[in-house]
C-alpha cells in the first residue's frame, strides 16, 4: 500500500507515538492520573499538559495562548460561536468546518470568492458589520496558501476579528502572526487524532461552548489528556525542527510526480501552494474507475470529509471548474514518510491507468 | 512516582486497563482517516464501527452511540441539540450541566441527595446523574425515568461515574467517558435512544459529531467496558472497611443511608478543614481530593453537599476506589485519617 492522502490525515510520527506511552499507564506508574487533582499525580500529570502547550505555542505566534480541544472541528466551532460575532464572512475555498459553522450562525454570511489560481484574492470588500473574517492558511483540497497577513489587516481595517483555520499549515509554515484566533490539528502534522488547538490572541475574549469542570481557563470544560496532549507537544517541536527537511522533501516530491505526471492539468497555483499537495485533473477521466484500478494505492478525489458524497467539490467550482471538470480531479498528497520511489512508481501506474482508460 | 503511592482518587480519572492500553496502541496503528473511501481508510471505518457494535453489546444499548471526546462534551451535545429544550436538571448535577441549565427548574435532593421522582415529571428534556461524582449516591433513575415520560419529557442521564460499574439506566440520551472505567481520557460518548431526539449538526458520526474520530481511544474504551465489573464485589467489602475504620475515628460519612456505588464516597472529619486534609494525605503518599478534580484546584465549597444541605461542607474529603485497589492500601489510608484526626482533636 502506497499512502498519498497526507491532507485527509499523516501517519502518526513514531517520536510522537512514544511521547504518550508515559501517559498510558498503569496503575504501577501513576501516569495516568487526572491533570486537574492536585495531588501529587495529578501535578505531573499538569506538568506534562503545561510542556506541551508550550510545544505547541511554538507552532504559532507570540502573544498569545494555546487551548486544547479534541480537534479543529472544535476549535473553529468554538471560535466562531465564542466571539460571539453575528455577521460572518468567509472564503469560498474554507473547510466544512468554518463554512458549515458561519452558515449556522450567519445564513446571510459573505462568501469572499476565489480566483483561478485558488487564491482569496484581496479585492473583495468586506460587508459592513461582519464580525469575524475566515481564510485558511493551506487549502485542504489543492494546497495553495492564501495571502492570510493580508486578510487579517483587511479584517482589521473593517473592525472585524480575523480566525485563521491553519489545520493545513502549522508545522510546514510560519503562521500569520497577525491573526486573532489560528486553529489547528494534531494529527495533520504527524500527531495523534483526538486532539487539536485554538491559539487566542491575548486579550481576546471568548464563550465557551463545551462547559463543566472550568478547565482551559473556562473556555473548554473537559478532562484533558495528557498522553494526547504530549503526542500533540511531540508532533509539534518535531515539525518545528524539521520545518525546512519536510519542506524540502516536500519540493523534491512535488517535482518527481509533476514530471511522471505532466501531461495532467494541475488545479491551483504551482507556486503559492503547500508542494505536499498535488491535485491534477485530466479530461475524460473516470476517477471510480481509477480508484478501484490502484486499490494498493490510498489517494483521493477531494477532503476524506466530503469523498463519501458524490458531490463536486466546492473548491474546484470556486475556481471555475465546471462539475465535469472537477469530477476528473485527484488528490495526491505525500510528506515525511513518503519514499521517493514509492511516489514514483504510484505516479507512474496512475498515468499508465489513466492512458488504459483512453485519456 | 512508584507504587508505593496510594491512589484512591478513582472517580476523578483511573488507570488505563492493559487491554484498553493494548486496543489503543493497535489503533495507532490504523492511522487512516475513517472518513476516506480508499482501502486503509475503509479499514479505519471498519475499526470505527467495530468498536462502536462492542460498546453498544458490553452496556447493552440498542440505541445509536456517538462517539465524543468526553461526557462534557456528550453532555454539551445532548443539551445544545436537543429537540426539548431543558426543562428542569437536579441541583446535584455535574457543571457540565448546570453551567448550560439557565432557567430551567432546579429540582430539589433530600439529605440523602436524591430526587424526588415526582418532581422530575416536566415535559421537556429532563437531566438527572445516575451516580454522583462527589457522594457516589444512586439516583432512582428507574421511577425517574417513569416520571419524566408520563409527563411527555425525554430523560438525559449523566451516566459517566456509573457507566461500566453499574448497569446503564433505561434513559433516554446517556453521556459516559472511557477514562473513568479503565479507558482513555479524550473520549467519551453519547448513547441516544432515537436520531430523532437531536437534530443534525452535519459531518461525521451520521451528521451528529463532526471532526474526525479519535479511533484508538474508541477501541480503547470498548475493550475496558469488556473488562467487566467483577471487581465491584472486592471494592464494596473494602468499603466497608474503610467505613468502619472512618466513623470508629470520629469520622462522618456522606449520605450514609442513601443507595452509594460502592467505590465513591465522602466521609466528614470533624473539625479538620478539607484542604488541610488534602495536603496531609497527599504528603503521606495517599491521593484523595475534595469534591470532583475539576473544582478541586479551586476548593470551592461543593454544589452538592449545599444542594443537600449539609451542615459541614468544607470537613468533607472524597475517597474512591478502583479495581486495583488493595486492603494495604485502604489501611494505610486509614491509618492515616487516624493520625490526622487525632492531630486536630484536642483532649
Keep these: ?359 | 512516582m512508584r507504587s508505593e503511592r496510594t491512589y484512591l482518587d478513582h472517580a476523578a480519572t483511573t488507570p488505563l486497563l492493559p487491554a484498553a492500553r493494548e486496543a489503543w496502541l493497535q489503533g495507532t496503528d490504523i492511522w487512516a482517516n475513517p472518513s476516506s473511501p480508499h482501502a486503509p481508510g475503509r479499514a479505519a471505518r471498519a475499526a470505527l464501527e467495530e468498536a462502536r457494535a462492542r460498546v453498544k453489546a458490553a452496556v447493552g444499548w440498542e440505541g445509536e452511540v456517538v462517539f465524543t471526546s468526553g461526557a462534557s462534551e456528550a453532555l454539551a451535545l445532548a443539551i445544545g441539540r436537543s429537540k426539548m429544550p431543558l426543562a428542569a436538571v437536579s441541583g446535584v448535577e455535574h457543571d457540565s450541566v448546570l453551567r448550560l441549565a439557565g432557567d430551567a427548574v432546579r429540582l430539589d435532593v433530600d439529605m440523602g441527595g436524591r430526587v424526588a421522582s415526582g418532581n422530575a415529571a416536566h415535559a421537556g428534556l429532563v437531566a438527572v446523574q445516575q451516580v454522583n461524582s462527589e457522594t457516589g449516591v444512586v439516583q432512582d433513575l428507574v421511577s425517574i425515568a417513569e416520571a419524566v415520560r408520563s409527563a411527555g419529557g425525554v430523560l438525559l442521564a449523566d451516566c459517566a461515574q456509573g457507566a461500566g460499574k453499574c448497569a446503564l439506566p433505561d434513559a433516554d440520551l446517556i453521556a459516559v467517558s472511557a477514562h473513568k472505567f479503565g479507558g482513555p481520557i479524550g473520549i467519551g460518548a453519547l448513547l441516544v435512544r432515537d436520531w430523532n431526539l437531536l437534530h443534525p449538526t452535519g459531518g461525521q458520526e451520521r451528521g451528529y459529531r463532526p471532526g474526525t474520530e479519535n479511533l484508538p481511544g474508541a477501541l480503547a474504551m470498548a475493550a475496558a467496558l469488556e473488562a467487566g465489573r467483577d471487581w465491584l464485589t472486592e471494592a464494596a467489602r473494602l468499603r466497608v472497611l474503610l467505613e468502619q475504620a472512618i466513623t470508629g475515628a470520629g469520622g462522618e460519612v456522606v449520605a450514609a443511608g442513601a443507595e452509594r456505588l460502592p467505590v465513591i464516597s465522602s466521609y466528614r472529619m470533624p473539625r479538620k478543614p478539607a484542604n488541610v486534609q488534602l495536603i496531609r494525605f497527599d504528603a503521606m503518599g495517599i491521593a484523595v481530593s475534595a469534591g470532583s478534580a475539576c473544582s478541586s484546584g479551586s476548593l470551592k465549597t461543593s454544589h452538592v453537599l449545599q444542594a443537600m444541605n449539609y451542615p459541614h461542607p468544607a470537613e468533607v474529603i472524597r475517597v474512591s476506589i478502583g479495581r486495583e485497589t488493595t486492603e494495604a492500601q485502604i489501611d494505610r489510608f486509614a491509618a492515616a485519617w487516624k493520625e490526622i484526626a487525632g492531630a486536630g482533636v484536642k483532649a
Design chain 1, 1 to 359: 500500500m502506497i499512502y498519498l492522502d497526507y491532507q485527509a490525515t499523516a501517519p502518526l510520527a513514531p517520536e510522537s507515538r512514544e511521547a504518550m506511552l508515559p501517559w498510558l499507564g498503569g496503575p504501577e506508574t501513576m501516569g495516568f492520573a487526572n491533570p486537574h487533582s492536585p495531588h501529587r499525580p495529578g501535578r505531573a500529570a499538569a506538568a506534562a499538559v503545561e510542556v506541551a502547550r508550550e510545544q505547541v505555542a511554538a507552532l504559532l505566534p507570540p502573544g498569545g495562548r494555546v487551548i486544547f480541544t479534541s480537534g479543529a472541528t472544535e476549535a473553529i466551532n468554538l471560535a466562531m460561536a465564542g466571539s460571539g460575532a453575528r455577521h460572518f464572512a468567509v472564503s469560498a475555498i474554507e473547510h466544512a468546518a468554518v463554512l458549515d459553522t458561519a452558515r449556522v450562525l450567519d445564513p446571510a454570511m459573505q462568501v469572499i470568492p476565489a480566483d483561478g489560481e485558488g487564491l482569496v484574492h484581496l479585492d473583495t470588500a468586506i460587508t459592513q458589520a461582519t464580525g469575524l473574517v475566515a481564510v485558511m492558511q493551506v487549502n485542504n483540497e489543492i494546497g495553495t496558501v492564501q495571502p492570510v497577513e493580508e486578510w487579517a489587516e483587511r479584517a482589521h481595517a473593517a473592525g472585524a476579528l480575523f480566525l485563521c483555520d491553519a489545520v493545513q499549515g502549522a508545522g510546514k509554515l510560519a503562521p500569520p502572526g497577525n491573526a486573532d484566533m489560528i486553529a489547528v490539528s494534531a494529527h495533520k502534522l504527524y500527531g495523534p487524532k483526538g486532539i487539536g488547538a485554538l491559539w487566542l490572541r491575548d486579550g481576546l475574549e471568548i464563550a465557551p461552548l463545551i462547559h463543566g469542570g472550568g478547565q482551559e481557563q473556562g473556555l473548554r470544560s473537559g478532562t484533558l489528556s495528557p498522553a494526547l496532549c504530549s503526542g500533540f507537544g511531540a508532533a509539534a517541536a518535531l515539525a518545528k525542527a524539521r520545518m525546512e527537511a519536510d519542506a524540502a522533501l516536500a519540493e523534491d516530491l512535488w517535482r518527481r510526480a509533476r514530471a511522471i505526471l505532466s501531461r495532467w492539468t494541475l488545479n491551483g497555483s504551482a507556486t503559492r501552494r503547500w508542494h505536499g499537495n498535488l491535485n491534477l485533473r485530466l479530461e475524460g477521466l473516470d476517477v471510480a474507475r481509477l480508484m478501484s484500478d490502484l486499490r494498493d494505492i490510498a489517494f483521493s478525489a477531494g477532503s476524506a470529509c466530503a469523498s463519501g458524497s458524490g458531490r463536486p467539490s466546492h473548491v474546484l467550482r470556486a475556481l471555475g471548474l465546471s462539475d465535469k471538470e472537477a469530477k476528473t480531479s485527484i488528490r495526491l498528497g505525500f510528506g515525511r514518510y513518503t519514499a521517493p520511489g514509492d511516489l514514483e512508481d504510484a505516479c507512474a501506474r496512475i498515468d499508465a491507468a489513466a492512458a488504459a482508460q483512453g485519456v
